[in-house]
């Protein structure tokens, strides 16, 4: 038996704008997902998900949910490998600390720590970019075309900095800035598709639109930098630099009511700067917080009801947690 772990991820800075060429920057989570591997003696293959409610035996029809890791990752792996998985005796469970499609790359961490499970079980040669080309395949079938920086960040932990392709750039930093982040749930499911599809249609009406993603690509090119220092990092100004880029993120019609309201929330109860966090209208709002005010800050959460996570940087990525 043998239990894997892959972060989540938050954008930082540069939503929207990245699909336009400019930067964004991406932070690994310390909010995971699961995969736990045992043997049976039944010679077929078993997925299970607890977040989806779901268990899917090898010959049925595949759930869609399921649809990355079985046509993604455990084909590449038979087809490279020479393996037949759906006569190995697998039992595998998928879990996570957050729930599914809600915008902080859960279907990315799934793949990550699903793909690192098996090939760990197999008991094959693997590096970090074999799991990361499994996991891409995975997020093809999850987004169609994907950027690549979900799968990457949970791979490889960390922060990154990422300006799409082809090839994407891809800029780890060499040091950590040391950040405590809060993540505060709207409850309400996020839409990717639709948000890049209402800002595309916004840009085409409105040339105006334009400078708005340049001034998003400058924005996070500066936190890139301030990011760069590590230790030395001004956090105070990595706070202004989020409240400056929510306020244009707000200007595209991605915000919410419910959005705005946390974010408020969180600036008036410590957090330094708050935004939206991926494609918007739904999903979780991003705060960074000193470490001194997340006592007071998680009290007045805790009052008015909202689910949340404080995560600080992963930087690990995808492990083995154990294996007996």
């Known amino acids: 038996m043998l239990i894997t772990s892959a972060p989540m991820k938050t954008i930082l800075f540069g939503e929207h704008a990245v699909v336009y060429g400019y930067p964004a920057i991406a932070s690994a989570l310390d909010i995971y997902v699961y995969t736990k591997i045992r043997k049976i003696t039944e010679p077929t293959l078993i997925i299970k998900s ?55 790359g859960t279907s990315a961490g799934t793949s990550v720590s699903f793909t690192l499970a098996l090939l760990k079980y197999l008991d094959v040669h693997y590096d970090k970019d074999l799991i990361n080309k499994y996991a891409f ?17 949970a791979v490889y932990g960390g922060i990154l900095k990422y300006i799409k392709g082809p ?95 946390i974010v408020h929330f969180l600036r008036n109860n410590g957090a330094l700067g708050s935004k939206l966090t991926g494609a918007g209208i739904g999903g979780f709002v991003l705060g960074i917080i000193r470490s001194e005010a997340i006592k007071e800050i998680k009290k007045k959460l805790n009052t008015v009801g909202y689910r949340y996570f404080i995560s600080s940087i992963n930087m690990s990525g995808v492990k083995l947690l154990k294996q007996k």
């Open 137 to 153: 395949e995975a997020e093809k079938i999850s987004h169609g075309k994907p950027s690549g920086i979900d799968n990457t960040i």
């Open 167 to 261: 090839p994407p750039k891809i800029e780890q930093l060499s040091q950590m800035t040391p950040l405590n982040l809060i993540l505060v749930d709207t409850m309400i499911p996020k839409n990717t598709k639709k948000a890049v599809m209402m800002v595309s249609d916004l840009r085409a009406k409105y040339s105006i639109i334009d400078n708005i993603m340049a001034s998003i690509g400058k924005i996070a090119e500066e936190a890139w930098r301030e990011l760069r220092k590590g230790e030395d990092a001004d956090i105070e100004k990595l706070g202004t630099l989020m409240n400056i880029n929510h306020g244009l993120l707000s200007s595209l019609g991605v915000s919410s009511s419910k959005i705005e309201e």
């Open 50 to 104: 607890r977040e989806y409610n779901l268990e899917w035996r090898y010959g049925e029809p595949v759930p869609k949910e399921l649809k990355p890791v079985v046509e993604g990752v455990i084909k590449s792996i038979e087809r490279d490998f020479d393996v037949k998985l759906h006569k190995a005796g697998i039992y595998a469970e998928i879990f996570s600390d957050a729930p599914p499609a809600c915008g902080l």
